[in-house]
């Protein structure tokens, strides 16, 4: 194996053997004199041992594929083309694009149109370095832009450029601000040429609705099914996704890609025993994988696996520790240990690593909230959201951190756009919720509409329904508070549930009842209370006893005779 330093020696012995290439003096008799040296065309030696034969008839019993001969335009100017491609594999974008200056191919001026950009992007992370303000931001944009914009739009009105140039010309209208001249030419790209997925995920963050996505005129190819299936993820369409998936799954049988899909769109469906099973199956086939591993840690911590976690980040480290992902495997190990300063700086590690490695700086945010250092969370999850702003635990986190702040108003703002994204998701409705209900906003109505939405998700953490119940019956609306109290307690005993919300439920059930004179049915109630062996039990018997006296007309005896 290589090391890095042998690496880059040989990455440069490759170039300086194509600077060799390019400077191989040339036939005199078909390269006038008026040609400078970069102007140049291929080696005399390629096309001294260049043939235009070929041999009709392969021998007997050999698999013989031709090597299609290359136009006189191509040949001529490949030599600069592997230079510049040299160049451009040691990220001397300048360079490359300087050699390919004079060069009209198609691969050639896309090559160059694509070093000049690269070299741009490259200048505005220095700048932004350089000139970053005090939360890390800065004005700094890509100058080459503006005339890659020109030189691309005169190439596609002349109808003289190719999908990857197309694909480059909807990057830089991108980057401009103009996402429906982008949209179209990035279909263009991968309507002429669908196997490039770099146009296909430019083409996805310009899809920030279903409405645009519809409007796509796509043409039919299995790739088409992939970005489908990953739109729809992003779009949180999460069961469409999960089915494409499985669709492609039938054609690519043994796909890791595929199967680890399969497993985002199911964590992100909250079915993380099934998301395990995946994961597990995942890491037997490819044991060094590392990519969609920080999923699987965001799994074991919900279900506090301190020692499959543990084992995770031991094997992440042992493979490559220095990933953004094995930076967040490491912390998210920190933080279920409580110990959220390693856990930051691990964090931070990834960032280092990567910028824009959105779940860092979700869950540093986190991290700082579980330190009370407000400010800085809320500079992490801002990060987030600049780098997607379609991420829901980003603007959930923000909530969180003005809530704790003591700014409802600011707190509400954010849970809205939380649940914009990600609208099936209980624990988000029960937040904003718990805000309304705060004494400065005191919004119970609004309170209510909040948790009937988070029963309807699949409530796991058992909050929406007693609360339903304790806010109706604050509200002086028994009839509802009943509903609820009964929906809960079914839940309740259904999970095999004890304790004082079981009791609570009991004892108003019981009470409303007797009040409506449904004795029959509060008698049910009561007699379950007196299980119990606290104040509940001696609330019971006086209810039983009123509701004797209330049936019979005459004063019970003992009500002990209900409970044996």
């Known amino acids: 194996m290589l090391s890095s330093g042998s690496n880059k020696s040989l990455v440069g012995l490759i170039y300086r053997a194509a600077e060799q290439l390019v400077g191989i003096e040339q036939d005199p008799a078909k390269f006038t004199p008026s040609n400078t040296r970069f102007q140049r065309g291929s080696s005399s030696i390629r096309r001294r041992f260049r043939t235009n034969e070929i041999t009709s008839t392969p021998p007997t019993g050999v ?34 694009a300087h050699v390919l200056r004079d060069q009209t191919g198609k691969k050639s001026v896309f090559l160059r149109c694509y070093a000049l950009y690269l070299a741009g992007e490259k200048r505005k992370e220095e700048e932004m370095i350089e000139l970053e303000g005090p ?91 992939f970005f489908l299936a990953s739109i729809y993820q992003e779009l949180r369409m999460h069961n469409e996704s999960l089915s494409k998936y499985e669709n492609l799954q039938g054609m690519f049988t043994f796909s890791n890609y595929i199967q680890a899909q399969i497993a985002k769109a199911r964590y992100s469906l909250r079915e993380f025993e099934q998301v395990e099973v995946i994961f597990e ?26 020692s499959a976690l543990s084992y995770l980040a031991h094997r992440v480290i042992m493979t490559d520790k220095y990933r953004p992902e094995s930076c967040c495997i490491i912390g998210n190990y920190y933080s279920l240990k409580g110990q959220h300063e390693k856990s930051v700086v ?68 954010y849970f809205r756009k939380s649940v914009f994204f990600q609208p099936i998701d209980s624990r988000l409705w029960i937040a904003m919720a718990q805000c309304y209900e705060s004494d400065q906003l005191h919004m119970l109505e609004e309170a209510i509409k909040c948790y009937k939405r988070a029963a309807n998700c ?65 008698e049910v109630y009561c007699t379950r209370l007196l299980d119990y062996t606290g104040p509940e039990r001696e609330t019971a018997k006086n209810l039983l006893r009123g509701m004797r006296i209330a049936q019979s007309g005459f004063p019970s005896m003992d009500v002990e005779h209900f409970h044996p």
């Open 63 to 96: 698999a013989y594929v031709s090597t299609p001969v290359m136009e006189e335009d191509e040949a001529i100017h490949g030599d600069f083309y592997l230079l510049a491609k040299s160049y451009f594999d040691c990220r001397e974008y300048r360079r490359a």
């Open 135 to 225: 939360l890390g931001k800065s004005d700094a944009v890509n100058r080459e832009l503006v005339s890659l914009e020109r030189e691309l739009a005169t190439l596609c009105k002349n109808n003289t450029i190719d999908p990857f140039g197309l694909y480059l010309y909807g990057l830089v209208l991108k980057e401009k601000g103009n996402e429906n001249l982008a949209r179209k030419v990035l279909v263009e790209s991968v309507n002429s040429y669908p196997w490039n997925w770099s146009a296909w995920s430019e083409l996805q963050s310009l899809c920030t609705t279903v409405d645009i996505l519809n409007g796509l005129n796509l043409s039919n190819h299995w790739m088409k099914e």
């Open 281 to 306: 199956d995942l890491l037997r086939n490819d044991p060094y994988r590392v990519e969609d591993m920080d999923t699987y840690s965001n799994v074991l911590y919900t279900k506090e696996c301190f």
């Open 346 to 413: 691990y964090f931070r590690r990834a960032l280092k690593l990567n910028k824009n490695y959105l779940s860092a700086w979700t869950l540093m945010g986190h991290e700082y909230v579980e330190m009370k250092n407000t400010p800085a969370a809320v500079d992490a999850y801002r990060r987030a959201v600049d780098i997607n702003p379609r991420d829901y635990r980003a603007w959930y986190g923000l909530g969180q951190a003005y809530e704790m702040m003591g700014m409802p108003h600011y707190a509400l703002h």
């Open 458 to 522: 699949n409530d796991t953490e058992a909050i929406a329904l007693q609360r339903l119940a304790m806010l109706h019956r604050e509200l002086d609306q028994p009839e509802e508070a009943a509903f609820y109290y009964k929906k809960d307690l079914e839940r309740m005993e259904a999970e095999e549930r004890e304790g004082p919300n079981l009791v609570e439920a009991l004892m108003f059930l019981a009470t409303h009842y007797k009040t409506q004179k449904k004795f029959e049915e509060a």
